[in-house]
């Protein structure tokens, strides 16, 4: 009895149910279900998941906490992307918060995280040509974060996510275009080449290019 116990395995403890419903409206959002501008409530989820409101209107606050979703009067919530104003607002942020977390990763990356970086962008590039993107912007997105939390500043990092997390709903759609698709791969290229280089100027340029060019991307979804 004791080598039997020995042999098993541990159950592993399944996601709570606010995260399956945000992952579930994640997956529906990539694929182009809800549209900028379409509104949804908490009662015509919770009845197409077979769910309680609850962890529903858990998983669109979440959402909202993102900027991708509005809350309106009546309790119908409203998917929306930013202005131009806000995508302006979020990209300056930006240009000073991540060449400074690149520049500091360059000290802390290990040959076995340059490594996870060129595996993701490997993956990415096996999808270059699948129509469904939410692949490649779970693997986009996990670059971003192993790359920004070797800045080995954890609020610094999270700041980061946070205004990332404001044009996400744009990025979705962006990456659903395969030119945009090699671009970012090119930027990650050249993003991991700066590491190898360790090079700080040379990775701050690297990351302004990065961001100049999400910007027109982003920018001309919005027109």
């Known amino acids: 009895m004791a080598q039997t116990q020995g042999n098993m395995k541990k159950l592993l403890k399944p996601l ?6 945000y992952e579930s409206l994640r997956k529906e959002l990539f694929q182009g279900t809800f549209a900028s501008g379409q509104r949804v409530t908490e009662q015509e989820i919770a009845e197409s998941l077979g769910v309680s409101r609850t962890p529903v209107r858990e998983a669109l606050n979440l959402f909202r906490k993102q900027g991708i979703l509005e809350q309106s009067h009546g309790g119908a919530y409203m998917f929306t992307s930013p202005s131009v104003k806000q ?13 400074l977390a690149a520049r500091k990763a360059i000290k802390n990356c290990t040959q076995a ?4 970086l060129e595996d993701l962008i490997e ?9 469904d993107s939410s692949k490649t912007y779970l693997f986009n997105a996990e ?5 920004f939390q070797l800045c080995g500043n954890e609020r610094l ?5 946070e205004y990332t997390g404001h044009v996400l709903f744009l990025g979705i759609l962006t990456l659903k275009k395969k030119s945009v698709r090699e671009i970012v ?25 990065y961001l100049d060019t999400s910007y027109n991307a982003i920018m001309a979804e919005l027109k």
């Open 16 to 21: 709570p149910l606010r995260d399956r419903v």
């Open 87 to 99: 995508v302006e607002d979020v990209f300056e942020i930006r240009r000073v918060l991540e060449p």
């Open 113 to 116: 995280d340059i490594q996870k």
């Open 123 to 131: 993956k990415e590039q096996e999808l270059i040509d699948e129509e």
């Open 143 to 147: 670059y971003r974060k192993t790359f």
């Open 157 to 161: 990092a999270n700041s980061i996510y």
């Open 185 to 209: 791969i090119k930027g990650q290229t050249r993003i991991v080449e700066g590491l190898k280089n360790a090079d700080e100027e040379q990775m701050e340029k690297i990351i302004l290019d």
